[in-house]
């Protein structure tokens, strides 16, 4: 067989169902609880933010979800993404083990999170909704979702992080020209941001803000509506276009992975690529490894709790059990802003407790120096959040360079690091300083939450 480097599937191998894995699941995730009664919510909760299609989606146990013609006809500009053989990487890792990765940087936003910004913004156009509100830290999830609000005539705001807005205006500027309106947060636009810039006329801004004001915007504005860039089911669940794919096209070359991994912020990217394969562990008895990747100074899975706690640190969402540094939680400003976030999606969460999937953290500098390696080997510049996976790659691969063994590894490189050059400018100049999480800071927050940690 020819040696193949970069392996493509046709537009219609576009998958034409999303994967739910609510249907494979061994046990069935805990209900999410209303913040006031903490009774269970139902669909009338959540309807003032979302379109009533994701709340179905939200709690649905159908095992494929049609993906509308509409979507996949968007889709058909950068999907189906290529999967890659790292062979230049394998080289310099000296290792027998076999290394791919599915590249979601080709999305015109550079990244996996146009998968679900675009089925968002379509099933919010089909009922009717004029306008989105949002929330985004470094910028991803922002232009990801300004993109897709364009292409249906959806207006767009955008509430960003201030620290973000004033240091990183590439991002800004690309939302501007898909046409949606960047406020810097906190703004004067909401009452939760004048109440802040009334007690700090300089505050730097957080997600946690960011998202009070979206979603007051959305609450309180006729047609209006909100949207979630990682977490929810309904997104995970769109992602797993990405490992359906890349189950198509190991076909192809007539291998299979004895190991995934995927970099950690909520979980979507992690999701997307492992999922399909875990529902060959729970449906054909496969036996594949999906490790989460997540950042040493903002590590939920391997170091949070089990345990009820708000998606947002105002306290407005509903209370989800999931696994938690605590609401209130600051992680360390490291560079990869897309993993700062204190929880991890609800789905995730169940799966970890079960021991069905695996998690391990990695320091910020180890992360540069796995990135670095990579762009040099393979010519891809990844993303920070990326490298995390990458840092994790090279770890299970001289694992298996030292125990002799042939193991196939996949990783999804969830999006390209064009935008972030001033972070590998200041590793590259030796500015970029370790952090390490002490047990009191690990605590703080934990200690503030009421809700008990589920045994
Ligand atoms: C947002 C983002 C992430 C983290 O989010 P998940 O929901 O955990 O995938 C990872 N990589 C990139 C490139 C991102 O933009």
Same mark, same amino acid.
């Given at each position: 067989?020819?040696?193949?480097?970069?392996?493509?599937?046709?537009?219609?191998?576009?998958?034409?169902?999303?994967?739910?894995?609510?249907?494979?699941?061994?046990?069935?995730?805990?209900?999410?609880?209303?913040?006031?009664?903490? $009774?269970?919510?139902?669909? $009338?909760?959540?309807?003032?933010?979302?379109?009533?299609?994701?709340?179905?989606?939200?709690?649905?146990?159908?095992?494929?979800?049609?993906?509308?013609?509409?979507?996949?006809?968007?889709?058909?500009?950068? +999907?189906?993404?290529?999967? =890659?053989?790292?062979?230049?990487?394998?080289?310099?890792?000296?290792?027998?083990?076999?290394? /791919?990765?599915?590249?979601?940087?080709?999305?015109?936003?550079?990244?996996?999170?146009?998968?679900?910004?675009?089925?968002?913004?379509?099933?919010?156009?089909?009922?009717?909704?004029?306008?989105?509100?949002?929330?985004?830290?470094?910028? $991803?999830?922002?232009?990801?979702?300004?993109?897709?609000?364009?292409?249906?005539?959806?207006?767009?705001?955008? /509430?960003?992080?201030?620290?973000? /807005?004033?240091?990183?205006?590439?991002?800004?500027?690309?939302?501007?020209?898909?046409?949606?309106?960047?406020?810097?947060?906190?703004?004067?636009?909401?009452?939760?941001?004048?109440?802040?810039?009334?007690?700090?006329?300089?505050?730097?801004?957080?997600?946690?803000?960011?998202?009070?004001?979206?979603?007051?915007?959305?609450?309180?504005?006729?047609?209006?509506?909100?949207? @979630?860039?990682?977490?929810?089911?309904?997104?995970?669940?769109?992602?797993?276009?990405?490992?359906?794919?890349?189950?198509? $096209? =190991?076909?192809?070359?007539?291998?299979?992975?004895?190991?995934?991994?995927?970099?950690?912020?909520?979980?979507?990217?992690?999701?997307?690529?492992?999922?399909?394969?875990?529902?060959?562990?729970?449906?054909?008895?496969?036996?594949?490894?999906?490790?989460?990747?997540?950042?040493?100074?903002?590590?939920?899975?391997?170091?949070?709790?089990? +345990?009820?706690? =708000?998606?947002?640190?105002?306290?407005?969402?509903?209370?989800?059990?999931?696994?938690?540094?605590?609401?209130?939680?600051?992680?360390?400003?490291?560079?990869?802003?897309?993993? +700062? /976030?204190?929880?991890?999606?609800?789905?995730?969460?169940?799966?970890?407790?079960?021991?069905?999937?695996?998690?391990?953290?990695?320091?910020?500098?180890?992360?540069?120096?796995?990135?670095?390696? =990579?762009?040099?080997?393979?010519?891809?510049?990844?993303?920070?959040?990326?490298?995390?996976?990458?840092?994790?790659?090279?770890?299970?691969?001289?694992?298996?360079?030292?125990?002799?063994?042939?193991?196939?590894?996949?990783?999804?490189?969830?999006?390209?690091?064009?935008?972030?050059?001033?972070?590998?400018?200041?590793?590259?100049?030796?500015?970029?300083?370790?952090?390490?999480?002490?047990?009191?800071?690990?605590?703080?927050?934990?200690?503030? @939450?009421?809700?008990?940690?589920?045994?």
């Amino acid at each position: 067989m020819e040696k193949l480097k970069k392996i493509l599937l046709p537009e219609k191998d576009i998958p034409e169902n999303w994967y739910n894995i609510q249907a494979d699941m061994p046990n069935p995730t805990l209900p999410s609880l209303h913040p006031g009664t903490k $009774q269970p919510i139902g669909p $009338q909760d959540l309807a003032p933010l979302f379109p009533m299609e994701l709340i179905k989606q939200e709690v649905s146990k159908e095992r494929w979800i049609g993906i509308p013609e509409e979507v996949r006809d968007i889709y058909k500009i950068w +999907r189906p993404s290529p999967l =890659f053989r790292a062979y230049e990487f394998e080289k310099l890792l000296d290792t027998p083990a076999k290394i /791919y990765y599915k590249y979601e940087g080709v999305s015109p936003a550079g990244s996996h999170k146009p998968n679900t910004a675009v089925p968002q913004a379509y099933y919010n156009m089909k009922e009717g909704v004029k306008r989105l509100t949002t929330e985004t830290g470094a910028g $991803q999830w922002g232009s990801a979702l300004s993109f897709a609000c364009n292409l249906f005539g959806i207006d767009l705001e955008v /509430y960003m992080v201030k620290v973000s /807005y004033d240091q990183k205006p590439y991002r800004k500027f690309m939302m501007n020209i898909w046409g949606a309106k960047v406020f810097s947060s906190p703004s004067d636009k909401t009452e939760s941001g004048r109440k802040i810039l009334a007690e700090d006329p300089n505050s730097p801004g957080s997600l946690g803000i960011a998202i009070s004001e979206a979603v007051e915007r959305a609450v309180t504005a006729g047609n209006t509506k909100y949207a @979630l860039g990682s977490v929810l089911n309904h997104v995970l669940m769109h992602q797993t276009v990405i490992g359906l794919e890349t189950i198509k $096209q =190991f076909e192809l070359v007539d291998d299979f992975p004895d190991i995934v991994i995927g970099c950690f912020g909520g979980g979507s990217n992690f999701a997307g690529i492992s999922f399909p394969f875990l529902g060959l562990n729970f449906r054909e008895g496969k036996n594949v490894r999906c490790i989460a990747a997540e950042p040493s100074s903002c590590p939920k899975l391997t170091k949070g709790q089990f +345990r009820y706690d =708000f998606g947002d640190t105002a306290g407005f969402t509903p209370l989800m059990p999931m696994y938690t540094l605590g609401h209130t939680f600051i992680p360390e400003s490291i560079h990869a802003g897309g993993l +700062r /976030y204190h929880g991890a999606g609800v789905l995730v969460s169940q799966l970890l407790k079960d021991n069905l999937i695996e998690a391990q953290d990695f320091h910020q500098l180890e992360c540069f120096d796995a990135g670095i390696k =990579f762009a040099r080997t393979e010519g891809i510049i990844p993303a920070p959040e990326s490298t995390h996976a990458i840092a994790c790659v090279i770890k299970e691969a001289l694992k298996a360079k030292e125990e002799g063994t042939h193991k196939t590894i996949l990783f999804n490189l969830s999006g390209h690091g064009f935008f972030d050059m001033s972070a590998y400018d200041a590793y590259l100049s030796g500015k970029l300083v370790e952090h390490h999480l002490t047990e009191k800071e690990l605590h703080a927050d934990l200690k503030k @939450l009421n809700t008990p940690v589920i045994p």
